[in-house]
């Protein structure tokens, strides 16, 4: 192709001829042609390359039963810090942040029984008794004996915890192992001089029967993350092959038409310095060239879905958590675009969304946890109530209050992050990781990850029923 364009008198760019290297097509040597330009560089031939945003015909005969409805999104601003970010990143604003986290989630643990509950300033004079503490924990070691040395704290001072490890006590032993740092939980245990010997561990969790929400109107919603726009190894034939299946083209025609709703949970695209020397790996080196190409997919999508949107790490915001949505300098498309994360609901069905950025300090820190399996990541965080529990295991801002709180139990709690689809229930809520359109990187190989691009989970919202579609086949 380079040889076809000096012998028009065409000269390049070195970028250029590096960029037409992996990038060369009939099509698109007639169009550098047609520029009439004697040096053409690579910012001239970005442009040139077919983007996802061409507009699909419509199939006839193709009566998409979603366009009858109005869509019906109701958003909980309550947990989203776009426009409320107040913080300094002062020492106070750290304690406040600390503070909101332990008394919500305390809220959520506070039982009553016939234990007493009791603050550590108070604990001493309960020598000889069995007490129940609620906690934070602020460090976390094995002893020279094997037990478990834990120690902790609440509003009102310190206090040290000894778990010890017995064919005896093998169920608390199995919870203890679970125990990361600064986790919020409720201990029972018996009161020495110098320590509790602890005989329960509770995290917050959800409540354990809770009943199904469904919706009235026949519709579903799509769970897409980490579509990685820009990046080299962005697989957009398999994404216009999923925007042609809402069209009505392809099988499962029925289950398309039902199709009123797209969540997506960040890393919308590859974004730029993310990670040293990503320019090599990327197609579009203007964010704003990898905005416009979400934007012309929105436009090619059926004009009655609604988009959901947040951001992830890849994306154009701070990179610390909680992040605000996406603004309209960037992403100029119809969308509801939100925080990181966000509770809104869908046809009366609540959802929480995350991108999950924190389940790579979630995977190091508990035990049996791998990313081939990031549904059992999200149901610790459920379990906890708390999206992100270890600080400085992935970048924090210490807002006033703790967004990453799960203060209400979501019906479906959507990640992403990992791209790796994984799918369970836990306690009445759906859980969905949604994968990626990315192929596998130079990292991912290095890290032994195994993605599973264009692999998109599809709810049926009124019979509560997920079904994955592959758009590689």
């Known amino acids: 192709m380079i040889d076809a364009l000096n012998e028009k008198g065409i000269r390049l760019t070195v970028d250029a001829e590096d960029f037409l290297k992996s990038n060369h097509s009939d099509e698109l040597l007639k169009k550098i042609v047609e520029l009439e330009k004697p040096l053409v560089s690579r910012e001239d031939i970005e442009p040139l390359i077919e983007k996802p945003g061409v507009e699909v015909e419509r199939t006839p005969g193709f009566r998409p039963v979603a366009r009858e409805f109005d869509a019906e999104i109701k958003v909980n601003h309550t947990f989203d810090v776009t426009g409320k970010s107040r913080t300094k990143g002062g020492v106070d604003n750290f304690v406040s942040h600390f503070r909101n986290r332990f008394e919500r989630l305390g809220r959520l643990l506070k039982r009553s029984g016939q234990t007493p509950s009791v603050s550590l300033a108070d ?10 503490i609620i906690v934070l ?23 040290k915890v000894v778990v010890s490890f017995s064919k005896y006590n093998e169920k608390i032993m199995d919870k203890a192992k679970g125990i990361i740092l600064d986790d919020v939980i409720a201990i029972t245990g018996k009161v020495l001089e110098p320590y509790i010997i602890a005989e329960d561990i509770e995290w917050p969790e959800l409540p354990v029967i809770r ?34 299946w809402l069209h009505g083209k392809g099988a499962a025609k029925e289950l398309a038409g039902k199709v009123k709703y797209i969540s997506i949970a960040g890393d ?18 203007n964010i704003y060239g990898q905005y416009k190409m979400f934007d012309d997919f929105v436009e090619s999508l059926p004009d009655y879905i609604e988009v959901i949107v947040t951001p992830g790490n890849h994306d154009a915001v701070r990179r610390g958590e909680p992040q605000p949505a996406l603004g309209k300098d960037l992403i100029s498309a119809d969308v509801t675009s939100l925080g990181n994360p966000s509770s809104f609901s869908l046809e009366g069905i609540k959802h929480l969304i995350y991108h999950g950025t924190s389940i790579d300090s979630m995977i190091s820190s508990i035990p049996n946890l791998s990313y081939m399996h990031p549904e059992k990541v999200m149901v610790e965080y459920l379990k906890r109530r708390h999206l992100s529990p270890i600080y400085g295991g992935n970048l924090i801002i210490p807002e006033n209050i703790d967004y990453m709180v799960v203060e209400e139990p979501p019906d479906i709690f959507h990640t992403g992050h990992v791209h790796k689809n994984g799918y369970t229930q836990y306690r009445g809520t759906l859980v969905i990781n949604s994968g990626t359109f990315q192929d596998q990187t130079d990292f991912q190989v290095k890290q032994g990850h195994v993605p599973t691009p264009a692999m998109v989970p599809v709810y049926e919202m009124k019979y509560g029923r997920l079904r994955t579609l592959d758009f590689k086949s």
Do not use: C
């Open 268 to 285: 919308v695209v590859d974004g730029i310095g993310i990670y040293p020397n990503q320019e090599k790996d990327l197609l579009i080196k």
């Open 123 to 132: 604990v001493k004079r309960h020598l000889n008794e069995k007490v129940r």
């Open 137 to 159: 924990v602020l460090s976390k070691r094995e002893t020279k004996k094997g037990n478990l040395l834990l120690e902790v704290e609440d509003m009102t001072g310190t206090f």
């Open 211 to 244: 009943e199904k929400k469904l919706s009235e109107n026949d519709l579903a919603t799509v769970y897409l993350s980490d579509i990685h726009f820009g990046s080299k190894q962005f697989l957009g034939q398999y994404l216009k092959a999923f925007t042609d």
